[in-house]
């Protein structure tokens, strides 16, 4: 059985045709806090609280090396400019499970389809070299365009969470999804992606 852990620990990055995707660490702070001050960005991942750049400092020391999550730094390979987060976490080795999130930092960089290559591309890590079995999701009701990203990557709708997020005044249901190794391939699945460095 994989070694999962070791794994982890020491986290690749990853290229895709408009993408690198590097381990996510203290060096992209500035990056982050700024990611943390876009409305819809927030909105979108359900994200209500503040954070200090001491909070968040501390949490990208931690993921740094972290041998039971991957945190990637999605940076567009044209410009090198930070576009936001991929991240693996919630493992259950025993399962070979693990929990899908990502995060763009603007709403400037949305619709542009660097979500659905940051996606597919961690996930056919996840499965072709973790040795995932399964990977799984939330996506709130008021965000479609990330549902059909999901969908684009071969994740399939297990069920629906009620009222999951309480969110300015309204209450928002929240989808699950998931993709077994064993699933049929989705639309994105032709889309090339290397592992290029153990950073």
Sequence with gaps: MTDLSSLLAALPSLRTPRLLLRP??????????????????????????????????????????????????????????????AVLNDLDARNRSMNFRIGLSSSEVFGQGYGSEATQAVVRYGFDHLDLH???????????????VYHKCGFIDEGLERQALHWEGVWVDQYRMARLATDPAGEMESMPYEVVSKD
């Design 24 to 85: 996510l660490g203290p060096s992209y702070l500035n990056q982050v806090m700024a990611s943390l001050q876009d409305p819809e960005a927030m909105r979108l991942t359900g994200t209500a609280t503040q954070f200090t750049a001491d909070q968040v400092s501390q949490f990208l020391t931690a993921v740094q090396g972290a041998e039971n999550r991957a945190d990637w730094a999605i940076l567009r390979l044209s410009d090198g400019l930070y576009l936001g987060e």
């Design 134 to 148: 399964r990977i799984s999701l939330g996506v709130y009701a008021f965000n479609p365009r990330a549902r059909r």
